[in-house]
């Protein structure tokens, strides 16, 4: 049962042009949201993230848009760069339970930037 | 300053062999998090470790997998009597307690079973 779901394995873009790549998710107790970047042959890096309680957050190039009613986020990156070029990581955890932060992942979309 | 770090970057064994993976995560940092990456899949949560308290083994998949850290620092994580379904990219992620949710990676350990 995958509780988070990026269903587009792979998204090619036009550099400066928008990219956007989308997230949902099913588990109705997450309630913090991240977006990872990784390049081959290293960990994921941490982007940005968003909380439950705010339905978009911005870091200069990079917007994260949550739709708690839908289950869906998305990452724009605007304008796209060849560097941008990685595949991003969806990624939910819940601060209530256990106590336990650990991160639900999706499988990753995989941004190709053409110059 | 210093990442998370890992070791060894690859490593090729034989089925049924034991395997040790390290992590050194980033000095200060009270939490500690393995998980896998499998072939086309996202990233698998393994176990957690915060400070002193018991740690979180709910994502291990089986008794073949255990891990320990050692004075609240370095970690191990070890698989015994391996199998070729437990070849993945094993990451290490560390964090400080007052901003869990954002964890640091490591580079990860590419263990092949042949």
């Known amino acids: 049962d995958q509780q988070v779901k990026q269903n587009s394995p792979s998204l090619s873009v036009q550099e400066g042009r928008i990219s956007i790549l989308n997230c949902d998710y099913t588990n109705s107790m997450f309630d913090y949201f991240l977006w990872y970047k990784k390049y081959p042959a290293e960990g994921p890096t941490f982007l940005i993230s968003?909380?439950?309680?705010?339905d978009k957050n911005e870091d200069g190039r990079f917007t994260v848009f949550l739709n708690k009613s839908a289950k869906h986020l998305s990452l724009h990156i605007v304008p796209s760069q060849p560097g941008d070029s990685a595949v991003y990581f969806c990624?939910?955890?819940?601060?209530?339970?256990?106590?336990?932060?650990?991160?639900?992942f999706g499988k990753g979309t995989k941004l190709s930037v053409i110059p | 300053g210093a990442g998370v770090s890992q070791s060894p970057s690859n490593k090729v064994t034989e089925k049924g062999k034991d395997v040790e993976l390290r992590c050194d995560p980033i000095s200060g940092h009270t939490a500690l998090y393995w998980y896998r990456q499998s072939l086309g899949q996202g990233l698998e949560f393994l176990i957690y470790f915060q400070g002193n308290s018991a740690p979180d083994k709910s994502g291990l998949p089986s008794d073949r997998f255990s891990a320990e850290r050692t004075g609240g620092s370095v970690s191990t994580l070890t698989i015994q009597r391996t199998q070729q379904e437990d070849s993945a990219v094993y990451l290490c992620?560390?964090?400080?307690?007052?901003?869990?949710?954002?964890?640091?990676f490591g580079p990860g350990t590419r263990l092949t079973v042949t």
């Open positions: 992620a560390s964090s400080t307690q007052g901003s869990s949710y954002e964890q640091y």
């Open positions: 968003i909380s439950s309680i705010k």
């Open positions: 990624a939910a955890s819940s601060h209530s339970g256990a106590g336990s932060y650990q991160l639900t």
